[in-house]
């Protein structure tokens, strides 16, 4: 990835990673899939009591859906996805 090679630096390095994000179409079942880089996450840890939880939180299954619902590429269709 080019976009990683330009930012080869320590800091990325050292606290930098990727955040890797699916969606499944709930028509066709296609699978649309997006790596965004990151250099920190954002832990909601009020109502979390470990570290651990918090984490299982952030990265729970959502349901897009409503106001959030998602164009499939594969089918075309707008719908709820996960």
Same mark, same amino acid.
């Given at each position: &990835? *080019? &976009? !990683? #090679? *330009?930012? /080869?630096?320590? $800091?990325? #390095?050292?606290? #930098? #990673? /990727?955040?890797? /994000? @699916?969606? @499944? %179409? @709930?028509? %066709? =079942? *296609? $699978?649309?899939?997006?790596?965004?880089?990151? +250099?920190?996450?954002?832990?909601?840890? /009020?109502?979390? @009591?470990?570290?651990?939880?918090? +984490?299982?939180?952030?990265? *729970? =299954?959502?349901? +897009?859906? !409503? &106001?959030?619902?998602? +164009? %499939?590429?594969? %089918?075309? =269709?707008?719908?709820?996805?996960?």
């Amino acid at each position: &990835d *080019a &976009d !990683v #090679g *330009a930012k /080869s630096t320590f $800091v990325h #390095g050292v606290f #930098g #990673g /990727s955040l890797e /994000s @699916q969606v @499944q %179409c @709930q028509h %066709c =079942k *296609a $699978v649309s899939k997006t790596r965004d880089p990151f +250099l920190d996450l954002s832990l909601d840890i /009020s109502t979390a @009591q470990t570290v651990d939880d918090a +984490l299982k939180h952030f990265a *729970a =299954k959502e349901i +897009l859906d !409503v &106001d959030n619902q998602w +164009l %499939c590429t594969k %089918c075309n =269709k707008k719908g709820n996805c996960e």
